[in-house]
């Protein structure tokens, strides 16, 4: 994958400001007028961040603390900053978050704001990603910040050698080629199913032409699409195709060829690329696979949003709209492997002469987000993978398994 140009732009920026921008902390709060802006950014690009932003801050006068925030510790970090009444000022926010956050009050209603912010208007974003992917119960209560669709990953060189000469372009074909791929030796594996997956299982009921929704709105996962889905999940584990082991390291497996075909992000590149260079021109991306009525893969992006009650929002949104300017999202691309959201960055001729680049913004169009009901990843996410998981690792009673996932989501809705 080619270096992009940017980073080093970025890179020398940074080191003439001699970087205005506080290191990162574990701590965070709505500041006063005259203090630092405080930023959670989640998991470890916190150090990155704070190098996109140097420009901002050299400029504003405003200075930024950054507060790195692991993704599994936002929930109770969240739950503290509501009860006590003290939040950040800018938040990004998981997809899956949007609604949890919203419910709890944590995040400013923005549509009154927006005429005094132009750069964070609908029609900066791609189509899809604004709109649907920033409001709740008809409030724009955030705005796009990073993309984040799923590709297959395959090592082109181990499936050559196995007799494999093109990516599967279905799921049936990925299965039998997984197949093929596991039977090179004992520990050996054709694909990799993180055993945290929950949107997984849900992308292979779109592709079957299913939802989870059903049509007032309510979680429905009795469908044939989503037995087609489990039959899939569930096949790969009974092949012996994926590990068993819930620490498996999927960036680790697909380097060592352990694991040679996954479904990931855009961030996964540049792990691969920056860890293992010597496998260029040995791995590549593909387009997820088709299910047996249509292509269909996972928008999973993460937006940025100001803390209900910050002290400082017009600061707030301008960070926010320096955020959204398509230069910016570039650099954060270059630096930080994370797609824009600009539509014209997704635009960008020099961004998309990437042969990879081209694949996630091809991949996009196939993309949707997960449902917005109340708490996915405590609560429906959670049930689904505890059904899957019972079934595939443990050997539980399919249909039992199931009936208890049908029973336990029957009366949520994302009304």
Same mark, same amino acid.
């Not at 929704?213 to 790969?236: C, R």
């Given at each position: 994958m080619k270096s992009y140009a940017k980073a080093a732009i970025a890179a020398a920026t940074v080191a003439a400001l001699g970087l205005a921008?506080?290191?990162?902390?574990?701590?965070?709060? $709505?500041?006063?007028?005259?203090?630092?802006?405080?930023?959670?950014?989640?998991?470890?690009?916190?150090?990155?961040?704070? &190098?996109?932003?140097?420009?901002?801050?050299?400029?504003?006068g405003t200075e930024v603390e950054v507060v790195a925030i692991p993704w599994d510790g936002i929930d109770e970090r969240l739950t503290t900053a509501v009860a006590s009444g003290s939040g950040p000022d800018v938040l990004q926010v998981g997809l899956s978050k949007l609604r949890t956050f919203a419910d709890a009050g944590a995040l400013l209603a923005l549509d009154d704001h927006l005429d005094d912010h132009p750069e964070l208007a609908a029609e900066n974003f791609a189509a899809g990603i604004a709109g649907e992917a920033s409001a709740v119960a008809g409030e724009i209560v955030s705005v796009p910040w990073v993309s984040d669709t799923r590709v297959l990953f395959t090592r082109t060189d181990i499936l050559a050698e196995n007799g494999i000469d093109a990516p599967p372009a279905t799921w049936e074909e990925l299965r039998a080629d997984a197949k093929t791929l596991a039977g090179r030796g004992e520990g050996q594996y054709g694909y990799y199913i993180p055993q945290w997956d929950s949107p997984l299982p849900v992308v292979?009921?779109?592709?079957?032409?299913?939802?989870?929704?059903?049509?007032?709105?309510?979680?429905?996962?009795?469908?044939?699409?989503?037995?087609?889905?489990?039959?899939?999940?569930?096949?790969?584990?009974?092949?012996?195709?994926?590990?068993?082991?819930?620490?498996?390291? &999927?960036?680790?497996?697909?380097?060592?060829?352990?694991?040679?075909?996954?479904?990931s992000g855009p961030y996964l590149s540049k792990s691969?690329?920056?860890?293992?260079?010597?496998?260029?021109?040995?791995?590549?991306?593909?387009?997820?696979?088709?299910?047996?009525?249509?292509? $269909?893969?996972?928008?999973?992006?993460?937006?940025?949003?100001?803390?209900?009650?910050?002290? +400082?929002?017009?600061?707030?949104?301008?960070?926010l709209e320096y955020l959204s300017e398509p230069e910016t999202q570039l650099e954060w691309y270059a630096i930080n492997?994370?797609?824009?959201?600009? =539509?014209?960055?997704?635009?960008?001729?020099?961004?998309?002469?990437?042969?990879?680049? &081209? =694949?996630?913004?091809? &991949?996009?169009?196939?993309? +949707?987000?997960?449902?917005?009901?109340?708490?996915?990843?405590?609560?429906?996410?959670?049930?689904?993978?505890?059904?899957l998981n019972s079934i595939a690792l443990n050997g539980e009673d399919r249909d039992t398994a199931l009936q208890a996932l049908f029973d336990k989501t029957a009366e949520i809705s994302i009304n």
């Open positions: 921008v506080s290191g990162c902390t574990s701590g965070g709060g $709505a500041t006063a007028d005259d203090g630092p802006l405080t930023v959670w950014i989640m998991g470890d690009s916190g150090a990155n961040f704070e &190098q996109l932003v140097a420009p901002w801050v050299e400029e504003s292979m009921t779109w592709s079957n032409g299913g939802d989870i929704i059903d049509a007032d709105g309510n979680v429905d996962f009795d469908t044939p699409e989503f037995n087609e889905a489990v039959d899939l999940y569930t096949g790969l584990y009974a092949d012996g195709s994926v590990p068993t082991n819930g620490d498996f390291d &999927q960036t680790q497996g697909f380097i060592s060829g352990v694991a040679p075909m996954l479904i691969i690329a920056d860890s293992a260079p010597e496998l260029e021109g040995k791995w590549n991306v593909s387009m997820a696979p088709e299910g047996s009525a249509s292509a $269909a893969s996972l928008f999973a992006g993460s937006n940025l949003a100001v803390w209900h009650n910050s002290t +400082r929002v017009d600061d707030s949104l301008d960070l492997g994370e797609l824009p959201t600009n =539509v014209d960055a997704l635009a960008d001729e020099e961004f998309l002469s990437d042969p990879l680049v &081209q =694949v996630y913004a091809d &991949q996009l169009g196939d993309a +949707r987000i997960l449902p917005l009901v109340p708490n996915w990843d405590g609560g429906v996410g959670a049930d689904l993978l505890t059904a």
